[in-house]
């Protein structure tokens, strides 16, 4: 089955500075890679998403890349601000599949620093 | 537009209780996730309703657990007995779409002592 891998864990970064988090995947089935945003005492939230028949995504400070080759998808954020400051996952499934259930990464806390 | 909504936000019980955790789509959303996160660890899939069919439940551990959506719109999850390693963050999550998984609610945070 899907293995999702997520680096880094935690990710501290000064306001304004990018911050870049790194995902693999193993199943060369799957074809939607989206990204979530989860903030203290909320639910994840849909941040961005990109189908495997894109190569790069963006959405004002963030962006996201998929590399099909390599099976790695990466976020992206520039310009950092505090409330940027949230554990971010990624996922990847199988979009128009049998089974459309996420398989998620681990999380990567990111601290922005004022 | 209300959001998903699950109930409790916490709860504590004592290993071989019951507990029951609901959810609230957003209404008109077809589709229905329950997806979990044990500490430290990656957040996990159970199940997926559409309407008040399983579509997939895969996911779900063992026979302990107990998923329902009666007349297709809130969702239940029984936990019956719980078991120590059942503790963690349940989610749910509702989408029109059976793919796009946008919508989750904050979570219920499960203690099994």
């Known amino acids: 089955g899907e293995n999702v891998e997520q680096h880094p864990s935690t990710l501290s970064v000064q306001e304004g500075d990018s911050a870049v988090i790194k995902c693999t995947y193993s199943?060369?089935?799957?074809?939607?890679f989206p990204w979530y945003k989860q903030e203290l005492g909320k639910g994840p939230q849909l941040i961005i998403d990109i189908r495997s028949n894109v190569g790069e995504k963006k959405d004002q400070r963030i962006a996201v890349t998929l590399n099909k080759t390599a099976k790695h998808f990466s976020l992206h954020i520039t310009e950092t601000q505090p409330e940027d400051s949230a554990v971010y996952f990624c996922?990847?499934?199988?979009?128009?599949?049998?089974?459309?259930?996420?398989?998620f990464g681990k999380g990567t806390k990111l601290s922005v620093k004022p | 537009e209300a959001g998903v909504t699950q109930f409790p936000s916490h709860s504590v019980i004592e290993k071989g209780q019951t507990v029951t955790l609901r959810c609230d789509p957003i209404?008109?959303?077809?589709?229905l996730y329950w997806y979990r996160r044990v500490m430290g660890k990656e957040i996990k899939f159970l199940l997926h309703f559409v309407k008040e069919s399983k579509q997939d439940e895969s996911g779900m551990p063992n026979n302990r657990f107990l998923a329902e959506r009666t007349g297709g719109t809130y969702s239940t999850l029984k936990v019956q007995p719980a078991e120590l390693e059942d503790s963690g963050v349940y989610f749910c999550?509702?989408?029109?779409?059976?793919?796009?998984?946008?919508?989750f609610g904050q979570g219920t945070r499960l203690t099994v002592v």
């Open positions: 199943d060369s089935a799957s074809n939607y």
């Open positions: 996922a990847a499934s199988h979009y128009g599949g049998s089974q459309g259930n996420l398989i």
């Open positions: 209404s008109g959303h077809d589709n």
């Open positions: 999550a509702s989408s029109p779409d059976s793919w796009v998984v946008a919508f």
